[in-house]
């Protein structure tokens, strides 16, 4: 073998075990760690954190990478693994290391002010450091320096190749669709009429509930946990060890959900190829990517008819529901109800929320507003967007922590990640136009393993979205897919 | 601040976090973990062993220790770290890597073989490693070098300044005293008139009992927890988090009693001065020493007549035991009844294992006895000194997993601990005659916090005796304890 790849593959499998123990310690700190067990935690993170730091901006790393970058005798898996690195230490490189430091640490700051805020329910709390972390944005921006708007520079980091110009197209395009949808719902007499069944669930039965949802979607018991935690979330530790946290909520169905969610992140991080165990390919495509296996199987599936038309005895059993019909839970899981929080939105509000924050990220960006008037503006979005005011900043400018830790342009990766999943199911249902009405989760399983997972950052997800539904992103089939299911919604079309 | 101090500082500190690290990703393997999480757990343990090994014998590290060492103007309690520390590197040196090397895998393929020969009931399976590995003890005796008996050699990894001659006068004091006392237990009415209650207690009731014993304990509620796993035992992941498990067994008091016994190792663990924290005085001061801990909060308190008359009726509630007598719950708790296991001895025949166990390694080492005749010599012993026949090797000669790692000389530091917590008991009782009897926790957690717990590595086990009880290791409490508490057991004498 290679010898400089040989040099250059001990290095990243260091660099990827110091990522995967700090992956056990987060998830630990989030689980099981006892309270004040937190300063001992911090000090252990960051010791990680700077070691895998060391080893990114280390010259060796580099120029080993540097050089096979130009090595033509290497294997095309070896090329493709050796490109993915270079541009990764490349992009590190670009932010200095006093910058990354200043931004860190406003990150911190941000994140404090902004929970204080929402705790007061006064976003002036958290206006001078969202201050700082918007300019600190432009400055990054800068920095990475990618062709047209200094927003896409941003974009870059979560979702590499999308662009203002993209997003601007794509959100033109649902934004009045979407509106004149929920607009429609809220005159319809199935919405008028709707009376809430007021479903209770203990935590018991919510918990083997989600747990009995993990095998009916086929998830690999042994390599594979779920646990509680403050947010839900998913974490890859090993090649065989990825493990989801959910929460118990008021909504007795959101543990649920939320489940079916993070075992779509899951399914994904289990699936990636372990030819690339260790190094730069073993990964995701992009945030965007990720967010549409998610929502694939938290709303194409767990949302939808067909798994409750199959499953819906055996749940109502486990969780003490006697005298619930289908249509009632049905009706209740799929309910459509406008309010200020995305957390607690439905299919038809969901990108509604993000084309929101979408608008205010760019107008931050481009100067056209102050930070000490982002809560106004956020009000007359929210009316305008979504036809509601938030009661409160709590509950309307400060409900996300995005924006605290200084991420701008995540935010457009949850919705690109709802269109991706229509065009994923689309592209299913032209093979198997059954799978989704018989609940064949071993063929869909299978194939976004084929078509998504096993390539783990083989591809930019534009490329792996050519390649499996013959366009990137499009979102025609979104607005499809919401107008049909509606529908069902509405008409209670069984 | 001394420059070479910062420096030496700055090297354990990342010494500790690589161990501490360690100790949440070896927790998380034990308590939680996928099953098939395993070949990525092999691989991050030993990255991180790696990296805190290569600290330990970097000549950084040494150059300055040894530096150091021999700085008088150094205040007295870092003059105490350097010397502990400077100890630990030059301990650490006397072996030689690939000696280290060899032994660790040996200790590997003992174990495994140690499995299989458990599992398939026959020791030869197992005595080709372990003639290497009393082989390769025997070498690692003579690099260590100390003083007299080359067993006192291996005592030095375990239980510092421990000697054979010691421990053969201390355990030709304990073993007759103890086998009269069995007689005479065993020749009691009490004893032959004993009818087994047949208690059942489930699985969620004992979970529940024994979250309240660490609360009746004033066990700290946000800096330690509870978990189960296949075999009990207590980490230290930070000052302010440590954590126990226990296990359910067939025995329903087993997992209360395994909590009282590794809460007595946390307590330690906890109670060490955080002025230590990341250095070399951060630990305890001997396997003996902190056994001494555990089995007094086991055997001491838990076992106890004062606790069960101040908690059997919560006790009872918690565990459904409607009917069960103090007395017969009590009995059933103390009953003495030898049998050929370890782990499932009572307290008068506890040490008679460790003694057994300690006379065939000292024939093993003085090569009185081949490898292939130690299950043979195992069943004599047993007999001799328990008064039992094993009735098969797996619950005979390999029923510890400790020599298939190659541990030997840590044995008799279960018995020093057990001697060790009845002079504690002693002191505490002179300071407060009434602790026990009264269940006064706070004050035997306070004593034992000053006059232990918080020296962390300061002193010897040795040397703390000395300066709370008077004089070191002298087994004339414990067989008076026992001798005492026996009489509760044969009269029931309340």
């Known amino acids: 073998m290679n010898e400089k790849l040989k040099q250059l593959n001990n290095i990243q499998k260091e660099l990827a075990l110091y990522n995967s123990i700090s992956s056990v310690v987060a998830w630990d700190q989030e689980t099981y760690m006892p309270s004040e067990g937190i300063s001992g935690r911090f000090e252990q993170m960051a010791f990680l954190r700077k070691k895998s730091h060391e080893i990114m901006i280390s010259d060796d790393f580099f120029q080993l990478a540097e050089e096979l970058s130009k090595d033509s005798s290497l294997s095309e898996i070896d090329r493709t693994m050796v490109k993915r690195l270079y541009e990764d230490i ?134 594979f946990r779920i646990d509680t935690s403050a947010h839900a979330f998913t974490t890859k530790i090993a090649a065989d060890d990825v493990r989801i946290t959910t929460r118990i909520e008021p909504l007795p169905f959101n543990s649920l959900l939320k489940v079916a969610h993070e075992a779509g992140h899951a399914r994904y991080d289990l699936g990636i190829s372990k030819d690339f165990q260790y190094n730069a390919l073993e990964g995701i495509s992009s ?22 038309k199959k499953y819906f005895e055996q749940y109502k059993a486990l969780c003490n529901l006697n005298g619930v019909s289908l249509e009632t839970w049905f009706a209740y899981l799929n309910k459509i109800n406008p309010g200020p929080v995305r957390l607690e939105s439905d299919e038809v509000t969901y990108s509604l929320h993000i084309i929101l924050r979408y608008e205010i990220e760019m107008e931050l960006m481009n100067g056209d507003i102050e930070v000490e008037d982002v809560a106004r503006r956020w ?87 050519k390649n499996c539904c013959g366009e990137g992103l499009n979102p025609t089939m979104y607005v499809n897919y919401l107008e049909k299911n509606i529908v069902i919604y509405i008409k209670f079309d069984y």
């Open 90 to 223: 490349l992009d590190s490189k670009k932010l200095p290391s006093e910058f990354v430091e200043k931004f860190s640490k406003y990150a911190s700051l941000g994140c404090e002010a902004w929970k204080k805020a929402k705790d007061e329910n006064d976003f002036q709390i958290f206006a001078p450091k969202l201050k700082v972390l918007v300019d600190l944005s432009r400055e990054k921006a800068k920095y990475v320096g990618k062709p047209g708007h200094p927003y896409n520079s941003l974009l870059h980091g979560f979702e590499e190749g999308m662009t203002v110009d993209k997003l601007n197209e794509t959100f033109s395009y649902i934004k009045p669709r979407l509106k004149k949808l929920l607009d429609d719902i809220l005159a319809s007499d199935t919405h008028k009429n709707y009376v809430d069944p007021n479903i209770t669930i203990t935590p018991e039965n919510q918990k083997k509930a989600y747990e009995k949802l993990a095998q009916w979607m086929l998830m690999p018991q042994n390599r």
């Open 287 to 308: 945030l965007g990517m990720t967010e549409s296996q998610s929502l694939f199987y938290e709303n194409i599936i767990a949302r939808g008819l067909p798994f409750w």
């Open 379 to 465: 009000e007359e979005k929210s009316l305008e967007v979504l036809g509601v005011k938030p009661e409160s900043d709590s509950r309307g400018v400060l409900q996300d922590i995005h924006w605290g830790w200084g991420m701008f342009g995540y935010f457009p990766t949850y919705a690109i990640g709802a269109i991706y999943s229509t065009q994923l199911l689309d592209a299913i249902q032209k093979e198997n136009a059954q799978a989704i009405e018989t609940c064949d989760y071993s063929f869909i399983n299978t194939w976004l393993h084929e078509n998504i997972h096993k390539h783990g950052r083989c591809f930019t997800s534009e490329t792996l979205m």
